[in-house]
Structures are given as structure tokens and as C-alpha cells.
């Protein structure tokens, strides 16, 4: 008598706890959600000092790990630890991204290695005859997992292929008319496509499928934001102005800090009160900025620390900055760090380069600021920033994790129903 296989998905994640990166915590996420329902088998490389037992005990997953032959991958990784705080981390972070835009024309030294696409389908042939397979996961980036699962799509018609955008290509080179028709050819048979942001769904319109829905990222994580707190007050006698996140792209952060000055010019006993803190991989860029500024004995910034340390710290402050921007082409940028700011309770700043985000925009609340950077804003923001200052802050209330994590919950309970 054969046994009875226990149904499963399968999750292609290049990207997967512990490494660092929004990403990887989206890919968890997905994986954490689907596990309540059927099991989750995850083949990733070992990039990060994985302890698979330990994360398989937390979470429930079956973490199956593919040999990763990416000197490319191991070298930057390194070399990133090394330079968070210097200057020449805006320089790796080019070349990165250079990197990862050849890779898709070597497999020498694309993600995973030479033979990483044949390790991950040999794994799949050991899986599928552990489980019953029924849904397919990949997430983009990298490239690379989207073939693999394609890969798999093409030689079991049967299985369900939930195909995952969490951003947009890594250069404008990649946003030519060659990379839309490779990703349309690799994705011609995906069953769903899910976007973490709106503006990612309209940007990927050109890939046909019956079948999309927007899943924001961080509903896993911030399931339960902070209320009824009667104050957030707090007796340390510092105002700390709190920004996580990186610092790639055209971002306002030379705005922000001619805010602050413009603050300091009538309020010069704030010199002792605010403190500009940073959290996140860019520090060379934020000290060489907040340097340029005259504003550098206000600014706390430190070196790459864990997930769970970034959010004590982002709580632990009195205001939080979210800078974004769009152009002509990227549009609908929402970083993973919005939703940590959610589960504060903390009022958000907000400072667009460019439009303002009408999706941003609606997910603030009242007691937040919106603007774009221009000189009427600059005095509405430092308007904003005085009233915080002089008043007592009652914690915000934000509805959209839940209901967040109540839509995530449901596309996982039945992705084909959904």
C-alpha cells in the first residue's frame, strides 16, 4: 500500500532568511502564510550562516538547501559588511547592480553559480516525491528563479504557478523592450502573478495573465500595530527624527536636512533636543550628507545591525521619514520599512522627489505629512515638526496591517479560489 503524500508548495528563493533584505522577508512571509494550510518546501542557497533546524522548529518549513557556486554573491557580501559605512558603498552598490544585469548573460557568474538552475531541478525531482505538489512560488529578483520555476512549470503542467513581483529591475537598462520580452517568454504560462505595491501591477501590465493581486509587504511581521496608547510621550529629552532604509535613487535627503536647519534658525535650543538617527545599509551616504549639511553633531548612524534591533530602534523614536521618489518611469516604490513605521504608532513624514505617491498617500493618516520637495513645503514641514515638538502625541491607529494580513491569509487558505 503506497503512502499518502502530504500536499505542499513549493518556493523558489534565492532571496530567504537569514540573509539580509526586504525581499527576503517577503519570500518568509509567503512561505509562513501558506504553511497554516499545506506544507512549505523552500530551495535556497546557503548565502547566510543558515541554521535550517532552527528555522524549520520556528516556522514549520522544510528548508532545502542548493549549493551556491556565485563567487560573485559571496565576494559582494563580504565586501558589503566591510564598506557599510564608507563612501564607496554607493560603488558597490553599482556594481552589484552591474553584476546582476550581466548575469542574465552568464551563468558564470549569474546568481546561484554555474549549475545552480540543474541543483534546484534535481532538488524539485527529490521533493515532488516526498509531497504532493500543488503550488509553485517565485519571486523576482533574481532573474533566475523565474526560470527555474518555468523550468518546472514546463515539465509538470499540473502545478500551480503563483509568480511573485516585489520590484522593479535593478537599471533603466533592464527596462528596455528586450528585457519585457524575455520576462513575457519566461512567464507565459505563470496561473497568478501577485505585486507588492500598485504601482508594480500597473508597471507590469505588459505581462498577460487572467489572474493578479496587489499582497502588501509586512502584513506577516506587523499583524498586530500599536494602539491605545495614551501617549507616546517619551522622558529621555531627546526628539529623535528616525529614517530606515536605504538611500539608493533620487531621494530628498539634502531636503530634509535644509528642513531641520531651516527649524534650527529661530529654535537654536533644539541643538540639544533633536537627534537625526539612520538605520540601514547606506551609511556612507547618509554621513556624507548630513556632513555637507553643517548638521553632523545631530546625526546617530551605525553599522548594519539585525532586523529585530532596526525595528527596537525605529520604535524607540519621536518622528519617522520616509523618503521616495517617481518618474517618468518608476512609479509605486513602497518600502518594507513603511510597514515597520506602521506598527508604531509614530506620526510619518513623508518627502516625495517628484509626484507625490497617491498610493503612499493613501495608506498615511491624518497625523502624517505628505509633500513633494519645493520651498512651500519646506516651511508646512517645519510648521509640522514644532507642533510634534510642543504637543503630546497620541499613538496612531493604522487599519491596513490588518487588513493586510487578513488578505494575505485568505489568498493562502485557496491561491485558486482567491
Known sequence: MSKVKSEASLFISYRFPPDGGVGCL??????????????????????????????????????????????????????????????????????????????????????????????????????????????????YQPLQDLEIAALIKSKTPEIYWICDFRDYPRSYSELSYNHQCRLLKICSEVDYLLFSTEGLSDYYQFLSSSRRKVLYSGSLHHKKPVSNKPSLKRDSGKFIICYAGSLYGPRALGFFFKIINSLLVDRTELQQTICLRYLGIDRGIWDGEISRSGLAHLSESSDIISYQESRKRIADSDLLLYLDWSDDIIRGILGYKLWDYFSTGLPILSISQGDVSPEVKSLLCPQDLQITKSSESLEVCVNYIEGLLDDSQQAISRPIVEKSYDEATSFWSDPQAS
Open 26 to 139: 517577503r519570500n518568509h512571509e509567503a512561505a509562513v502564510h501558506n504553511a497554516a494550510y499545506r506544507k512549505s518546501v523552500i530551495l535556497t542557497p546557503a548565502i547566510g550562516l543558515y541554521d535550517t533546524k532552527n528555522l524549520s522548529d520556528e516556522d514549520d518549513l522544510d528548508i532545502r538547501l542548493i549549493q551556491n557556486t556565485d563567487i560573485k554573491s559571496k565576494v559582494l557580501s563580504a565586501w558589503r559588511n566591510r564598506l557599510s559605512g564608507s563612501v564607496m558603498q554607493p560603488l558597490l552598490r553599482k556594481i552589484s547592480s552591474w553584476m546582476e544585469m550581466k548575469s542574465n548573460l552568464s551563468s558564470s557568474i549569474s546568481v546561484g553559480g554555474l549549475g545552480y538552475t540543474d541543483r534546484c531541478f534535481e532538488e524539485y525531482q527529490l521533493v515532488s516525491r516526498d509531497y504532493d505538489l500543488r503550488y509553485l512560488y517565485s519571486s
